[in-house]
């Protein structure tokens, strides 16, 4: 290992490329060499720094005010390069712009609206079970379950129109890469950014969307003088962006870990209401968002280095969560363990507004099938879809029985 020099001491460099179709293909070993070769080390590639130990990942996410986010939260520096679209109001800003839109959001989507899907999100996913079953007991789960469901209730709970829901995906699926490098992945999403930038744009207006779902309650908000007008239309494209591949690839998260540890299956359905912990140990275990980077404001110190003012540090979301400085047996999948305090929907200010949505919805879907099916087995080889920030399955070949 070669040190790049520093004012206080020397900082472990390493030539990995966390954005390689190698280590998205498997990144778990470079996320260890991470973890071990100290708190913070220099990834020489793309000239930035990196954390991927949970206590320093943790203290990076709290820090808002050394750690900034609205200089953007990809490798792409917004001081110094345009962002590829307008930055978010709540991902890629700060306190105090930051702040209500946030206050906005975590209203719409809080435990009042929750409330008000519960029951048809679980009629909606027992019926998407009973179809599926119907259909067969082999299927491919990334379509048939991963995408159908969040498809089925999300768009709908925002209240977008019916048309063209099919650019959700990969404008979420482009989003996510562009926080990396501009390397192939960006390029294979860039002939239609363009396009799939005016649909997610027009489904914003107020007149394009229903009057009771999220997107409508958004506008509200503006109408109350909570957010202005102007920021409306950016906070439900917030949704749109960020509400979809998540938790499509979240619940493919869950049943790729069911599937391969028949024990916690068996868990599972003896006690159906293990749901929500198998969703957040699968939040730990996987991390369907790997990473995000932050803008140091002021030269920052961390362990013995002091890392310089307007400079990108990459925080390894995923490596953290699998620290065994601070979990037991980390690479195990396990519904006995209680995986809170994860940084999978990050921590601090810009902790996942979504995620007790994510949550609902998934509980929605594994309650169902815990109910009919009895065994969940691969029925062939897992492929992985590889995204520059997204940890996700292309295809899950799954066998069920029922009974
Ligand atoms: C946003 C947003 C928030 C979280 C994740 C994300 C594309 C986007 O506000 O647009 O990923």
Redesign the pocket.
């Known amino acids: 290992m070669t040190l790049a020099p520093s004012p206080l001491t020397d900082v472990p460099v390493l030539d990995v490329d966390p954005f390689s179709h190698e280590v998205l293909e498997d990144p778990l070993p470079m996320h260890e060499q991470l973890r071990e070769a100290g708190p913070l080390v220099y990834l020489s590639r793309y000239d930035v720094f990196a954390v991927a130990r949970y206590a320093d990942v943790h203290a990076a996410l709290v820090d808002w005010q050394e750690f900034e986010s609205g200089a953007g939260v990809g490798l792409s520096n917004f001081r110094t390069e345009e962002p590829w679209r307008p930055p978010?109001?709540?991902?890629?800003a700060d306190p105090p712009r930051h702040d209500a839109p946030r206050r906005v959001l975590g209203k719409v989507l809080g435990p009042r609206a929750l409330r008000q899907l519960r029951d048809g999100w679980a009629e909606d996913a027992e019926q998407l079970v009973d179809e599926v079953l119907a259909a067969g007991t082999e299927f491919d789960a990334v379509p048939t379950l991963s995408e159908a469901f969040p498809l089925r209730v999300f768009p709908d709970a925002v209240g977008i129109g019916k048309d063209g829901r099919e650019n959700l995906l990969p404008y979420?699926d482009h989003?996510?890469n562009?926080?990396g490098p501009a390397n192939d992945l960006v390029a294979k999403g860039a002939p239609r950014v363009a396009e799939l930038s005016a649909w997610v744009g027009q489904q914003c207006l107020r007149e394009a969307l229903t009057d009771d779902g999220f997107g409508a309650a958004i506008w509200a908000a503006a109408d109350r003088g909570e957010i202005t007008p102007n920021q409306a239309p950016l906070v439900v494209?917030?949704l749109l962006?960020?509400g979809v591949?998540?938790t499509v690839h979240a619940i493919s998260a869950i049943l790729y870990a069911l599937a391969t540890n028949p024990d916690q299956w068996a868990r599972l359905t003896a006690d159906p209401s293990l749901a929500r912990v198998a969703f957040d140990e699968t939040i730990r275990w996987e991390s369907p968002?790997q990473t995000f980077f932050r803008t140091t404001t002021t030269d920052v110190r961390l362990g013995d280095t002091v890392v310089p003012a307007g400079r990108k540090v990459l925080m390894f979301l995923a490596a953290a969560n699998r620290d065994p400085r601070r979990w037991t047996d980390p690479d195990r999948f396990d519904l006995g363990r209680d995986p809170s305090g994860h940084v999978g929907f990050g921590m601090g200010l810009h902790q996942?507004v979504g995620q007790h949505v994510a949550r609902l919805e998934a509980e929605a879907v594994l309650t169902a099938l815990a109910r009919r099916v009895r065994t969940i087995e691969l029925a062939g080889p897992a492929q992985r879809h590889h995204n520059n920030?997204l940890r996700a399955w292309g295809s899950l070949p799954v066998r069920l029985t029922v009974g």
């Open positions: 978010s109001l709540l991902l890629e979420g989003a996510f562009a926080f494209r917030s962006t960020a591949d998540t968002v996942c920030t």
